[in-house]
């Protein structure tokens, strides 16, 4: 199962989007009168979210519930993301609606904060031999060190 980042757009139409760590959308749907438990749902079939991110400074109920849910890192931008640059970031997305393209942004400029970060694990797991970096990037977006990371120093079995 892979590591995810979670955008949500809560209101009466919910838009969910979910990014590997890399960036691309492995899964963006929305509903009418939908609830925690199908964002819930929707998370657990596109990976394991490690970022639960909202389009405003201050995320919604549903959207801190969701992250407690995965035990996931919150992210919320210091202020809310303007119309104009929310259709910028999606203009070369196929997104049906407005929910998913919040839905879509909130993940996004969540992946971007963590970019250059991901960048550097992915260059020391190299120099390391380490082929597949995403535990590393989870542990590390989860508050553990690098350090802890690479050499096992951990207990939680949630990375394994």
């Not at 990014?19 to 963006?28: A, H, I, Q, R």
């Not at 405003?56 to 890192?73: Q, R, Y």
């Not at 996004?108 to 970096?133: P, T």
Request: proline share 3%; hydrophobic share 40%.
């Amino acid at each position: 199962m892979q590591y995810i980042i979670m955008g949500i757009d809560p209101g009466m139409s919910v838009g969910v989007a979910c990014l590997d760590l890399n960036g691309k959308v492995v899964m963006l749907n929305s509903g009418s009168a939908k609830g925690k438990g199908w964002i819930i749902e929707q998370a657990k079939n596109a990976g394991i979210p490690i970022i639960v991110a909202s389009d405003k400074s201050e995320p919604g109920d549903i959207v801190k519930k969701t992250c407690t849910a995965f035990n996931a890192f919150l992210f919320a931008p210091k202020k809310d993301i303007e119309l104009r640059v929310k259709r910028i970031i999606a203009k070369d997305q196929n997104i049906k609606n407005p929910h998913e393209r919040d839905a879509y942004v909130a993940a996004f400029v969540a992946y971007k904060h963590f970019l250059n970060k991901f960048r550097q694990i992915e260059h020391i797991a190299r120099q390391k031999g380490i082929e597949d970096s995403s535990r590393l990037k989870a542990m590390v977006v989860l508050r553990h060190s690098l350090d802890e990371a690479i050499n096992g120093k951990y207990s939680n079995r949630r990375y394994r």
